[in-house]
């Protein structure tokens, strides 16, 4: 399979002259050979292979250290972390951490 660049602007649809040449191309690159990059050939079977049994064992040997806890909290304090997006979960125990270690914060609470 080829590379096939086509520059269009934002905003711009391709004309269907366009398009047709677009989708010619598209096809003609289908029949081409791959091309390799030599600083990075094709895995070898071999190489799969070995790549295969050490996702397996990575697989066998992986453990979540971090236990799953439930907690209640606030409706209002937990849309502010979702707010935060993807991942927030982990800025949570963060700030849980950062809160843990620092005496201030714990002594205000009690």
Known sequence: MGIIIST????QKPTK???KQMKAEIKAAKK?????????P???????????AM?????????????IV????Q????????SLGRGYSGIMAD???????NPEILSKLR
């Open 17 to 19: 002259e366009e398009r």
């Open 75 to 82: 409706p209002e304090v937990l849309a502010k972390y979702k």
């Open 32 to 40: 081409l050979p791959p091309v390799y990059d030599p600083d990075c």
């Open 70 to 73: 439930a907690l209640r909290i």
């Open 95 to 101: 700030v849980l951490a950062a809160a843990a270690d």
């Open 55 to 67: 996702a397996r064992e990575r697989k066998k040997n992986k453990h979540n250290p971090l236990p």
């Open 42 to 52: 094709p895995s070898t079977p071999q190489a799969l292979a070995e790549f295969a």
């Open 8 to 11: 269009i602007k934002v905003g």
